[in-house]
């Protein structure tokens, strides 16, 4: 079985150093963020990898790219909650 593929975007937000990632599976972008390498969200969204080439093609646009994008928008705005960051606590006990 092959490796997935996958795309990211790093960003920080209220301290915390997160990263959006479009993962390939089976011909589709699953788009999740991280933090540390560790999943603090459920599945975002998915859209398919037909969808992203035709409107590179056709539109001229990255909808992967606008996609990771809107990710990052939606934790910075607050649409996005993501769980308490963990090590929140470890460091003010520090």
Known sequence: ?????????RFAHEGRLLEVR???YSR???M???ENG????????????HDVDFA????GVDL???SLVEVQKD?????????QNPYATERAAS
């Open 64 to 66: 992967l790219h606008d």
């Open 75 to 83: 934790v910075e705005s607050g649409r996005l909650r993501l769980p």
């Open 1 to 9: 079985m092959g490796q997935a593929m996958y795309l990211r975007r």
């Open 56 to 59: 590179r093609r056709k539109q």
């Open 22 to 24: 479009a993962t390939l």
């Open 38 to 49: 560790v999943l603090v969200t459920d599945q975002l969204s998915r859209v398919s990898e």
């Open 28 to 30: 589709v972008w699953h």
């Open 32 to 34: 999740a963020v991280f």
